[in-house]
């Protein structure tokens, strides 16, 4: 396990600026609870700073993962966001969409938020911009990117994508063969 490289953290923050905007500070500068960003395998890691000093008495081989992982990076270099960093990304989001429970499933399902769908939505989401999806009662279920801008939303048919689903978190059901070998 090991620090981002400069190049690495620049791929990484601008990832996540998509989603969480100028709150990658509070992400970075928590001085009761700090944490860092560390990789192994290919795979970014968000960990307290206290356990990321105790994981360097461990052997690299003989550590699997450590803290929350945001991401790996592709073999091109791009970095992808997974669902595990839901969590982080919800607690400091920038732009918000609510689906109502008859639109909780089809979601979950690995479909896109449709207009239909849509409890409420924050009122300054431009288009192609990072969402993350709530149930009407809070709960994060993903994140995606806006189709639209939310006054553009507003004249939708029922019909029409509102968001383009990217991660959900049934994804550890579906997925639940591939993410085990």
């Known amino acids: 396990m090991r620090q981002l490289t400069e190049e690495e953290t620049r791929v990484v923050f601008e990832k996540l600026a998509g989603y969480i ?23 970014v890691y968000f960990v307290p700073e206290n356990v990321a000093k105790l994981a360097t008495s461990v052997a ?9 992982c945001l ?13 595990t960093a839901l969590s982080v990304l919800a607690q400091h989001a920038k732009y918000k969409i609510w689906i109502k429970p008859n639109g909780e499933m089809p979601f979950l399902y690995g479909n896109h938020v449709l207009k ?9 989401i431009p288009e192609h911009a990072g969402v993350i999806v709530f149930s009407m009662k809070d ?13 553009e939303s507003r004249n ?10 990217q991660a959900d978190i049934g994804e550890y059901l579906r997925d639940e063969d591939t993410l085990f070998t």
């Open 21 to 43: 905007g100028r709150n990658i500070a509070n992400l970075v500068d928590n001085k009761e609870n700090p944490h860092v960003f560390r990789l192994q395998k290919d795979r």
């Open 60 to 68: 690299r081989p003989n550590l699997m993962s450590l803290g929350i």
């Open 71 to 83: 991401g790996k990076f592709t073999k091109t270099g791009k970095f992808r966001l997974h669902i």
């Open 116 to 124: 239909a769908h849509v409890g409420k939505m924050s009122d300054d």
């Open 139 to 151: 709960i994060p279920l993903g994140f995606g990117v806006s189709a639209k801008s939310t006054s």
């Open 156 to 165: 939708l048919q029922p019909t029409a994508i509102v968001a383009f689903r």
